[in-house]
T-cell receptor
């Protein structure tokens, strides 16, 4: 495993509040990813990073922003949480853009 | 764009039965192919991979062969155990000659339940 941790593991918040999820890796992998997992949709990419300060949008990026100020940390921010963002969020890392990805344990987010 | 289609299940088998989960893909260039497994309450774990045509990935008794002519990467296991109960995801990653270089495209997952 890639030594990936996510925090918090569980969070309940209210509509309209900002939320930040953290992904931390100890493997010095260049690439980092944020996915959300929802029943019937599988995994969908939110944002990804291909280096420090280098990020790009995935297929469901609206309402989310990311930052990567150092190799080991990748933050996902919900700027104003909505109930549609209730989901399980997974961070992943990889050594190359086209290679295997290694997943963290996930964060369960409930937006009331 | 790239896409992955896998049988959605659920698939229910008895212990020691033979398992096949079908996966087909659409991609430009020469993608790498993966199978991931997700146990309840956990993240995805890489199960096996294949990076070029005719490669066979294998791990823990599971196998899948990269078939470029049929654009398929079916997962098989000869004798399943109760502990194999999980959700299985097929995925592809675009290669530098085409497709997406930076992300995986996943199928929607197949729930496997193995009964004793």
């Amino acid at each position: 495993d890639a030594g990936i941790t996510q925090s918090p593991r569980h969070k309940v918040t209210e509509t309209g509040t900002p939320v930040t999820l953290r992904c931390h890796q100890t493997e010095n992998h260049r690439y980092m990813y944020w996915y959300r997992q929802d029943p019937g949709h599988g995994l969908r990419l939110i944002h990804y990073s291909y280096g420090v300060k280098d990020t790009d949008k995935g297929e469901v990026s609206d309402g989310y922003s990311v930052s990567r100020s150092k190799t080991e940390d990748f933050l996902l921010t919900l700027e104003s949480a909505t109930s549609s963002q209730t989901s399980v969020y997974f961070c992943a890392t990889g050594t190359s853009g086209g290679g295997a990805q290694y997943f963290g344990p996930g964060t369960r987010l409930l937006v009331l | 764009g790239d896409s992955v289609t896998q049988m959605e299940g659920p698939v229910t088998l008895s212990e020691e039965a033979f398992l096949t989960i079908n996966c087909t893909y659409t991609a430009t260039g020469y993608p790498s192919l993966f199978w991931y497994v997700q146990y309840p309450g956990e993240g995805l774990q890489l199960l096996l991979k294949a990076t070029k045509a005719d490669d066979k990935g294998s791990n823990k008794g599971f196998e899948a062969t990269y078939r470029k002519e049929t654009t398929s990467f079916h997962l098989e296991k000869g004798s399943v155990q109760v502990s194999d109960s999980a959700v299985y995801f097929c995925a592809l990653s675009g290669a530098p000659s085409g497709g997406s270089n930076y992300k995986l495209t996943f199928g929607k997952g197949t729930l496997l339940t193995v009964n004793p």
